[in-house]
């Protein structure tokens, strides 16, 4: 659906917050305690001016795209990321080489790129959200910047993210050429009717390998563990979770639904990408002794259980990511931020050795972490199952029991690494990390996304009923 | 529109462009050059699009290619702007000695 | 199609083979007869100071870096002013906004110290 001056309330929203964080940067002494509070309320307040919307279900489109509710996803996980931020910038920023006004400028700024990805109408508001969420990105990855890892982390997230939208362009370009349109409906509609010529197949599957690679696909894997080991530990959380979703939320837009001939290879492209996926994260995830660097691992076999519902094509494909995403962004911010309260200085007390005793000395963070924890791992009654429910249902009507197998087998390989950690908190004895003076907001934020992972297990149907307003 | 070069030309032009910046950021190692070669890609996207939108005579294509340029611009700011932080932190920008985040 | 690129060769063709031309005549019937300050790099009759081999002040980067983000936003104003009449009042505030965000961004960079040389 074309953006109209309208329908764009949530852009202008969000980019007002933004200038407005701007203008406090400029006219104000000491920014950094006004902007972080500033920041809290502005996107709250974004979030329940964008809520009515949501009901009605606006941003929806033909191929089961929930736009609204991928802008409050975004919202909650830069929330929430702002949230850990305060304390984490604190501890590891001590120098002041930058403040956190300009990092909750550049995290508001990534959701008002992330937003117009979601709500894009052609591909030219698609590119500028792509471009507007990875240039922000790429600074808040190296956002410590006397941190070495950090820099490094920042230097190849950039040239590969760089690289990747070259080709992007190309593919926009091809499909641009061959369909004599940008709109983004356009060429949905010819992608579903089928029997294009091959440039146009060829740019579309240029446009795929690029989001591929944003949502850390195998084989365009490679930099998910670097980056995200090397960036601070809540910008590691948005990413996963936002930056995630946002180009999920394009691969929903543009490759659920498909058709012709050449709709069955570009099912079995993603069924590649999905299997590669599930098997390389679970597998490499199992060997890793940094807990940061697993979670990481572990996300690239959660993309390959997302792709599993994108592969199936079908609506209750599409619905499942959906799901997925919201499961997945308050567990994995859930468990990211309780790592950023134990993580210290200079990449200390990241390894699985660092939690023995974990739970003696900290039972609450250790509960919370342990839940968020099951409910990656998929066990029931946490969100995470659901999620990887629905998607292996959906995968299971499109005739890919193949993969639904696959799937469910290689979760069954993550429940050994995640449930490896919690032993590691509870059974053995040890000096764990600090978190001693946890900030109250941090908490509350972590018992929140605890709560909502519980009702996401206990009762799907409350986000299930929200996604089916897209219809 | 009429076009007195046939358009396969600017397309010739365009994959040329697009293959010889492939292989730049694969074959070379100093940062600043990967992201001159990257500029080129991007630019041999933006030749193809105004190529096709010439052809078509629709105003799409050249709108892009505003937007492509000044994202372009954007992302060498920020590219500069980080190998200068890691220049000054490790005294390299070559990425072989990108190699403290490994498993 | 290529006869249209005739013209254009010949020019090319004429342009290259004159710099070439003039260049090798003076250098083969002009007087040689160097001396010290001859030999001298030409720098519009200001004294060299020293070598131009020397690396750059990082500083130099930071203006270079914000001059083409400037720089860049004018492409947006061209398309604007060609269309102005047929755009009205529509386009006119719509570009009175992005200049305000293109200020408010300016007056960042202002006040974060990254206009100061020293």
Redesign the interface.
Known sequence: MPLTLESSYPLIAICSLGVLLLLLEIVLKKPDPVSYSVTIAGLLAVGVCIFPGLLRGDGATPTGGAGLLFCEVFIAAALLTVVFSGEYLRRHDSERAAGQGAYNLLVVFAVAGMMLMALAGDLISLFLGLELMSICLYVLVGFLRKHVTGNEASLKYFLLGAFITGFILYGIALLYGSAGTLSIDAIVALVIAGDQTPVFWAGLALVLAGFAFKVGAFPFHMWIPDVYQGAPTPVTAFMATGAKAAAFSVLILMFSRRGGAEGLVFRDLISFLAAGSMIVGNLLAIVQQNVKRMLAYSSIAHAGYMLVGIASGNLNGSDGVTFYLVSYLFMNVGAFGVVSLVEEREEKNLTYEDYSGFSAKNPLLAGLLALFLFSLAGLPPFGGFFGKYFVFVAAIEADLTWLAILGVLSSLAGVYYYIRLVMVMYFRDGEAGRAEAVPRLVLAALGLAALINVQLGILPSSVISLIHRFH | MHL???IEYY?AL?AIM?IT??TG?LARRN?IV??MS?EL??N??NL??V???TR?G?D??Q??V??????A??????????????FR??ETVF?ND?N???? | MLEYYIPLGIMILFGIAFGIVMSKASEWFGPKNPTDVKQSTYESGMEPVKSARERVSVKYYMVAMLFIIFDIEVVFLYPWAVNFRKLGMFGFVEMFVFIAMLMVGYLYVWKKGALKWE
């Open positions: 007195p070069v046939p397309l365009s697009f910046g492939v950021v940062a990967i992201f990257i890609m991007l041999s996207a193809a699009l190529a096709f939108s078509m629709n799409a294509g709108i892009l505003f937007f492509v340029m000044a994202v611009a954007a992302e060498a700011a920020i590219g500069l702007a980080i190998v200068i932080a890691l932190n490790r990425v990108m403290i985040l490994k498993w």
